[in-house]
C-alpha cells in the first residue's frame, strides 16, 4: 500500500510539472501570437494608410494636369505640334512639328516648374493617339518621337476613349504616379478636335515621407528588376533607382525609400525573401536592433485594369520596436518565473493533502466496495431501460456487451453480437453507403488507440440488409486503453425533417421557386461574381397580366396551377446561373448575369418569357389565355447606384409596361436623360 501512495505521489508531482510546462509554452505561444497580431493589425493600418495618401496624390496629379490641359494656348500649340507631325510623316515629324514642340515647351515649362516646386511634380508629358507616341516630355525634352503603346496603357486609354486615367506604371525615363487627362482643341462641341493626351506625374518620395512623417514608420517602393529592366531605358535606371539589393534572393530595385536604412535590411540575413505577393508581417533582427517589417503587393496601372494583377513589385514598410520586444522577452521571463512559484507552492500543498489522504483512503475504500455492487445492478438496470443503443467493445472491436435498444435497432440480438467485431457485422458504411476499410474505421480506431468520436450521419446495416443513417459517440474506457462504448441512435426521422425545414425556409411551397429570402442571399452572391468577371447584372421584375380575373372566375386553386405553370415556362427561359424567385402573389423576379453594356441578353430572355405565355393555360378543361409584363433594369456592381435603387428602377419599368398596354417588357435606363 506504501509503494502504491509513493507512485501516485510522483505521478501527481509529474502531472503538476507537465501542466507548468504546457503553462509556459501556452502563455509563450499566446504572447507571441499576441504581438504578432498586433503588429499585423498596425501593417493592414499603415497599409490603408498609404491607399489613402496615394488616392490624394493621384486626385491632384490629374487636377494638376487638367488646368495645363485647359489652356487655350497649350491647346492651339498642341494642335499644331499634331497637324505637324501628321504632315510631316509621324514619328518625331519635322521642322514644323519641332518649332511648335519648341514653343510648347517655352509656354508650358513655367507651369511645370511651379507644380515641381509646389506639388512635387516630376513629368509633364504630352503624347499623340493612337496608342502612345511621345510628342513633348517636358522633364526632357531632347526625347520624343518613340511610341509606347506597351509601357504606357495609361496613354493609350485615354487616347482611346477620351477619359482621364490614374495609376502607376513605369516609363522609359521614371517609374511614378500619374494623372492623364485628355486635350480637346478650344471651340464649342461640335467643332473641338480630340488632341492627344497630358500626363503629369510625381514619384513615390513625396508620398514615403507624407507617410514616414504621420506614422513614424520607414517606407520604401521596390520593383522587380525585370518590370524596369525591360520599360525603361538603361541610361535612366541607374539616375532614377536608389540601387538593388544585389546579394538578395529576390533581387530588386528601390524606386524610393523615406529612410537610407532599407539597404541595410534588404541585405540582413534575417529578412524574408520567399515573398509571393502577399501582405506578409513579421519581425526582422539584425544588428542587436529588432524591426516590425509590412510587406505588400504593389500592382501597376495596366494589372488592376486587367483584373487579373500580377505585382511588378512591393511595398516595404518598417519600424524600430527593439524596446518593445524587449518588454515581450521580459513577459516570457516572468510568466517563467510565475511558473516555478507556482509549481513549488502546490507541491507543497500536495504533499500535506496526500498525508491526509493516506489516513482516509482505506475508509473511503471499505465504504466504495460496498456501493460498488449496488451501482452495478443500477448501471444494469439503467442500460437496458435506455432508448439509445449501447454497446461496449474489447480492444478489437468486438462486442461485449449490448443493451436491449442496440437489438432493436439492429435486428441483431445480444448472443448474435457478442464476440462479433462491430465493423464486420454492421458499421463499414459511410455517410454516402460506400464501405470503408477497417483501418478507417473510428470506431475500431477508439478501441485500440484510446480517445472519442462524436459521429453523425454515418450508416449501419441492420440484419435484414437495410441500412439507416445514426448518430454515435464512441468513448474509451477510462484510465486505460483496454476497449470503448458505442452509443448510437437512429436518426433517420431528424435527417427527413432538417431538409423538409432547409427546403421549405428558402422556396416558395407553391411554385418550389426561390422565396425573397434565398433569392436576396444568392443575389448577393451573383454580385460579387459580377464584380469578379467584370459583368453586370439584369434584374427583371415579373408580373401576369389579368390574374386577379382568374382566381375572381375560376377560384384560387385555378389560379394556384396557373401560378405553377407560368413558374416553370419562366424557368425555362433561363440559364442554370440565372435566379428566378416569386416574391408576391403574382410577382416574379430574376437576376441575370450578362456582359458589360450588352443589354441585348435581358431582352432576349424577356422576349422568350413573352413568347412562352402565349400558349393559353389548360385549367379545368378551359383554356385561359394570360400574358406578363416585365421590367429590366441593369446594375453595375462597379457603379454608385445600389442594388436597392436598381430593383426601383426595375419596378418603376414594370409599371410603364404596364401603361404601354401590358404584355411587353420595357427597360429601364441608369441614365436620366434617357429615361
Not at 478501441?447 to 448518430?471: H, M, Q, Y
Amino acid at each position: 500500500m506504501l509503494r502504491n501512495k509513493r507512485i501516485i505521489f510522483i505521478l501527481l508531482t509529474l502531472l503538476l510539472l507537465t501542466l507548468n510546462v504546457l503553462f509556459v509554452a501556452l502563455e509563450w505561444r499566446r504572447t507571441n501570437l499576441q504581438l504578432k497580431d498586433s503588429l499585423a493589425v498596425e501593417g493592414r493600418t499603415l497599409q490603408a494608410a498609404l491607399d489613402v495618401t496615394l488616392e490624394t496624390t493621384f486626385h491632384n496629379m490629374l487636377q494638376l494636369a487638367t488646368v495645363i490641359a485647359e489652356d487655350q494656348r497649350v491647346q492651339q500649340l498642341f494642335q499644331a505640334g499634331k497637324h505637324a507631325v501628321a504632315q510631316e510623316g509621324g514619328g518625331a515629324g519635322g521642322p514644323r512639328a519641332a518649332a511648335a514642340r519648341q514653343q510648347l515647351l517655352q509656354l508650358v515649362l513655367p507651369m511645370w516648374q511651379r507644380q515641381m516646386r509646389d506639388y512635387g511634380a516630376r513629368q509633364l508629358h504630352f503624347q499623340l493617339g493612337p496608342g502612345a507616341l511621345s510628342f513633348l516630355r517636358v522633364h526632357q525634352p531632347d526625347k520624343f518621337g518613340d511610341r509606347m503603346d506597351q509601357v504606357r496603357h495609361t496613354i493609350v486609354d485615354v487616347n482611346r476613349d477620351h477619359k482621364p486615367r490614374s495609376g502607376f506604371e513605369t516609363g522609359r525615363i521614371y517609374s511614378g504616379l500619374r494623372g492623364v487627362v485628355p486635350v480637346w482643341s478650344s471651340g464649342d462641341e461640335k467643332q473641338r478636335e480630340f488632341l492627344g493626351a497630358l500626363e503629369v506625374g510625381t514619384s513615390f518620395d513625396p508620398v514615403l515621407k507624407t507617410l514616414d512623417n504621420r506614422t513614424g514608420r520607414g517606407a520604401a517602393v521596390l520593383l522587380n528588376r525585370d518590370q524596369v529592366d525591360q520599360n525603361m531605358w538603361q541610361e535612366f535606371i541607374k539616375r532614377n533607382m536608389l540601387g538593388g539589393a544585389a546579394d538578395a534572393p529576390d533581387s530588386c530595385y528601390i524606386e524610393a525609400s523615406s529612410r537610407p536604412e532599407v539597404i541595410r535590411l534588404l541585405r540582413s540575413p534575417s529578412f524574408k525573401n520567399s515573398y509571393r505577393g502577399a501582405h506578409n508581417t513579421y519581425v526582422l533582427h539584425d544588428s542587436g536592433q529588432t524591426f516590425a517589417i509590412t510587406r505588400f503587393p504593389l500592382f501597376n496601372y495596366k494589372g488592376l485594369r486587367d483584373g487579373h494583377p500580377d505585382p511588378v513589385g512591393s511595398i516595404l514598410l518598417w519600424s524600430d520596436i527593439t524596446s518593445r520586444y524587449t518588454a515581450h522577452r521580459n513577459d516570457h521571463l516572468f510568466i517563467i518565473i510565475y511558473a516555478i512559484g507556482s509549481f513549488l507552492l502546490f507541491e507543497l500543498l500536495l504533499i500535506m493533502l496526500f498525508r491526509f489522504s493516506c489516513r482516509q483512503l482505506q475508509k473511503t475504500i471499505d465504504e466504495q466496495t460496498a456501493k460498488l455492487t449496488e451501482l452495478a445492478e443500477k448501471n444494469t438496470t439503467i442500460l437496458h431501460s435506455a432508448g439509445d443503443g449501447i454497446i461496449g467493445l474489447d480492444q478489437q472491436g468486438c462486442m461485449t456487451f449490448a443493451n436491449r435498444a442496440a437489438e432493436q435497432l439492429t435486428g441483431w440480438s445480444i448472443e448474435e453480437m457478442s464476440g462479433r467485431n462491430i465493423h464486420d457485422l454492421f458499421c463499414h458504411l459511410n455517410a454516402a453507403g460506400e464501405r470503408t476499410a477497417s483501418d478507417d474505421c473510428l470506431i475500431l480506431r477508439c478501441c485500440r488507440t484510446g480517445g472519442s468520436a462524436d459521429i453523425s450521419g454515418e450508416l449501419f446495416r441492420r440484419k435484414d440488409g437495410s441500412s439507416f443513417p445514426v448518430e454515435y459517440r464512441v468513448t474509451q474506457y477510462q484510465h486505460e486503453v483496454h476497449g470503448a462504448v458505442l452509443v448510437f441512435r437512429d436518426i433517420t426521422e431528424r435527417q427527413a425533417l432538417e431538409r423538409k425545414v432547409r427546403w421549405m425556409a428558402y422556396h416558395d411551397s407553391l411554385t418550389g421557386l426561390l422565396n425573397r429570402t434565398a433569392f436576396d442571399e444568392k443575389l448577393t452572391w451573383l454580385q460579387a461574381l459580377a464584380r469578379r468577371e467584370q459583368q453586370q447584372i439584369a434584374l427583371l421584375y415579373i408580373d401576369l397580366d389579368g390574374f386577379k380575373s382568374v382566381n375572381d372566375r375560376h377560384g384560387h386553386d385555378a389560379g394556384d396551377q396557373v401560378l405553377y405553370i407560368t413558374a416553370s415556362r419562366l424557368l425555362d427561359t433561363l440559364r442554370e446561373v440565372d435566379l428566378l424567385a416569386r416574391i408576391g402573389g403574382d410577382e416574379f423576379i430574376a437576376a441575370l448575369l450578362v456582359e458589360e453594356g450588352n443589354g441585348a441578353v435581358a431582352e432576349g430572355v424577356a422576349q422568350r418569357m413573352l413568347d412562352s405565355m402565349q400558349e393559353p393555360f389548360s385549367i379545368n378543361n378551359q383554356q385561359l389565355e394570360l400574358g406578363v409584363s416585365i421590367g429590366i433594369a441593369h446594375h453595375d456592381p462597379h457603379g454608385s447606384e445600389t442594388i436597392e435603387q436598381t430593383r426601383l428602377r426595375a419596378d418603376q419599368a414594370l409599371y410603364q409596361a404596364k401603361q404601354l398596354g401590358k404584355h411587353r417588357y420595357v427597360v429601364q435606363s441608369n441614365d436620366p436623360s434617357q429615361q
